[in-house]
């Protein structure tokens, strides 16, 4: 399945202040994220943010809204998969995109239930795996087996924006290449 950006849309899944700390490679996954987030505005793929109960786990951490810039809009939301929010799906479909790009936290849980239902309701999923982590490595590696089984696309931050850009000589080209380095 070739992946173009006319069809695609991000989800960017509970990058959350309390959260982070403790997830495995916090770091790595934070700085892949907001490098995925930058070239996916450049390239002009709508960005949907979530936060699973904001009052316990924190709002999005700054680094991942910065990225966002003036297209940081978060749902709140109680369940694990951002399928069963009811607010979270109407705006998936008033985007009208049949690929799904998703990265966040944590990978076992709502990152993994969000892909499944996904993929269920009819919908490409692409998992970037180096943008989504957990607490313990297996538990992320076990989440990126599984989604693969369910029929996700793994990819990591740098091919999807590449497969996105399509074409060399472009100043998107450029600007993607720059955050890349």
Do not use: W
Request: hydrophobic residues 45%; glycine residues 4%; neutral net charge.
């Amino acid at each position: 399945m070739r992946i173009l950006a006319a069809d695609t849309m991000a989800l960017v899944v509970d990058f959350q202040e309390k959260l982070m700390p403790v997830i495995n490679h916090a770091e790595d996954v934070l700085h892949n994220s907001e490098i995925l987030i930058r070239g996916l505005k450049t390239l002009g793929i709508p960005l949907l943010a979530t936060q699973q109960y904001t009052k316990g786990l924190g709002m999005t951490v700054n680094t991942i809204k910065a990225a966002m810039g003036e297209r940081f809009v978060y749902y709140d939301k109680s369940t694990f998969s951002c399928a069963d929010d009811a607010k979270i799906m109407a705006a998936i479909e008033r985007m009208n995109r049949k690929n799904i790009i998703v990265c966040g936290a944590e990978a076992h849980v709502c990152v993994l239930q969000t892909v499944i239902d996904l993929i269920e309701i009819g919908y490409n999923v692409i998992l970037v795996t180096d943008c989504i982590g957990s607490r313990k490595e297996k538990d992320c590696e076990a989440a990126i087996s599984r989604a693969m089984r369910e029929g996700a696309v793994p990819t990591t931050y740098e091919a999807i924006l590449f497969e996105l850009t399509r074409i060399s000589k472009t100043s998107i080209f450029k600007e993607i290449s720059n955050l890349i380095k």
